[in-house]
Every structure is written in C-alpha cells, then in structure tokens.
C-alpha cells in the first residue's frame, strides 16, 4: 500500500481521518510525485486529487517546521478555495510544527507581509495575490521546494495564467505539481514555462 511509504506523522492524520485505503489515483500519483518529477495530475472530481497535493506536501516538507520563507506553495482560484483547502490542510498539520498560511486578494497585502515574515511553512495563494506579494517583495522563495496547482482550470483565463507564469520566473529551482480535472491546452501550455520534462499522471 502507497500509505505505508509515507512520514509517520501523515500516517498517523490518516489513521486520525478514517482515510484507509488509497484511491486508484493515489496510489498511482503520489511515487510519481514523491520522485520529485513535474507532474501533471489529471482526474476526476473525487479520485482524491486534494488529498494527494496535502499528502506529498507534508512528505516533501518532512512534516516539520524549518526556517522562515515558504517550502510550498499552493495556488488555487480565489479566497473561498484558499480557505477550505487551509482548513484541509489543518486537518492533517493538527498535531505537527508546520505553518500554514492563507492568502488571497482581499486581504491587505501589508498585513499579509508582515504576517509572512514571521515565519511560514506552506503558503496557499492566487495568482494574482502571489504577484503582488513578489512584486513588494512580500515573500522570499529562495526556499522554496514544491509548488502545486489545484484544479488548475482557471488558469483557462488569460490574466491569471499569465500572473502564474510570471511569477514561475522568479523561482529558481522548485518540483511543480499542477492538478486538474482534464489537460486543457491552456494547462498544458505550462510545460512551456516551467513544466519542462512534466509527466501526465491520468485517470
């Protein structure tokens, strides 16, 4: 079983969440995802798409606290999917160090800084907010080691695919992880940015 190849501290927020078995797409995305390869996630609504970006960002973050700039990133289309991914995030962070942190549009960008720079683990975020955080140098992502999209069909608008591959641009090195219900072009366009060598895991 692919859970058995996972941090204690997740097994034990499995165990915790009454989630026992994986799905079929977990059990055939997370070792892609735990190789460190650019993925692309395609699969239906309820294969377990959410849950496999928390799984395998915990696991790339060894699930504990460690310096102050984000280790990942989450990008998502706006405040309501930022809060309800935080609060699935929390669910599985309860008992560890791991900070996390939401950030979305209608929060003051100066208090969103000031926040940030206290210290942060997992950063969830828009495209355009994380724009704007790079642009007044909000956030440093000079630690940054995975950077996920869920449910990446509204990258499908020009504006805030455009915000995304402009922030790609200011960070270096990091493992992209981009989920989604079906490969739009638009989404696939991405390995023309900072997907290069991405493989398709499809279900």
Same mark, same amino acid.
């Given at each position: 079983? =692919?859970?058995?190849?996972? +941090?204690?501290?997740?097994?034990? &927020?499995? @165990?915790?969440? +009454?989630?026992?078995?994986?799905? /079929?797409?977990?059990?055939?995305?997370? /070792?892609?995802?735990?190789?460190?390869?650019?993925?692309?996630?395609?699969?239906?609504?309820?294969?377990?798409?959410?849950?496999?970006?928390?799984?395998?960002?915990?696991?790339?973050?060894?699930?504990?606290?460690?310096?102050?700039?984000?280790?990942?990133?989450?990008? =998502? *289309?706006? $405040?309501? @999917?930022?809060?309800?991914?935080?609060?699935?995030?929390? $669910?599985?962070?309860?008992? #560890?160090?791991?900070?996390?942190?939401?950030?979305?549009? *209608?929060?003051?960008?100066?208090?969103?800084?000031? *926040?940030?720079?206290?210290?942060?683990?997992?950063?969830?975020?828009?495209?355009?907010?994380?724009? $704007?955080?790079?642009?007044?140098?909000?956030?440093?992502? &000079?630690?940054?080691?995975?950077?996920?999209?869920?449910?990446?069909?509204?990258?499908?608008?020009?504006? #805030?695919?455009?915000?995304? #591959?402009?922030?790609? *641009?200011?960070?270096?090195?990091?493992?992209?992880? =981009?989920?989604?219900?079906?490969?739009?072009?638009?989404?696939?366009?991405?390995?023309?940015?900072?997907? @290069?060598?991405?493989?398709?895991?499809?279900?």
């Amino acid at each position: 079983m =692919v859970f058995k190849k996972l +941090h204690v501290d997740i097994l034990e &927020a499995l @165990e915790r969440l +009454h989630i026992e078995t994986p799905t /079929p797409f977990q059990t055939s995305s997370i /070792p892609v995802i735990k190789s460190g390869a650019n993925v692309f996630c395609i699969a239906p609504k309820d294969s377990g798409k959410t849950t496999t970006l928390i799984i395998t960002t915990l696991q790339k973050l060894k699930c504990k606290a460690e310096g102050n700039a984000p280790r990942a990133m989450v990008i =998502v *289309e706006n $405040k309501d @999917e930022v809060l309800a991914l935080y609060d699935a995030f929390l $669910k599985f962070t309860k008992y #560890t160090s791991l900070r996390v942190y939401a950030s979305y549009d *209608e929060l003051h960008i100066d208090v969103q800084k000031s *926040e940030i720079y206290l210290g942060i683990d997992i950063l969830i975020t828009t495209p355009k907010t994380i724009q $704007k955080l790079f642009l007044t140098n909000g956030v440093s992502v &000079a630690a940054l080691k995975i950077c996920s999209v869920d449910d990446a069909k509204f990258l499908i608008q020009q504006n #805030t695919f455009t915000s995304l #591959t402009t922030t790609a *641009e200011s960070i270096k090195k990091c493992q992209y992880v =981009v989920y989604a219900d079906a490969l739009h072009p638009k989404v696939k366009s991405l390995q023309n940015f900072f997907m @290069e060598g991405a493989r398709i895991v499809k279900q």
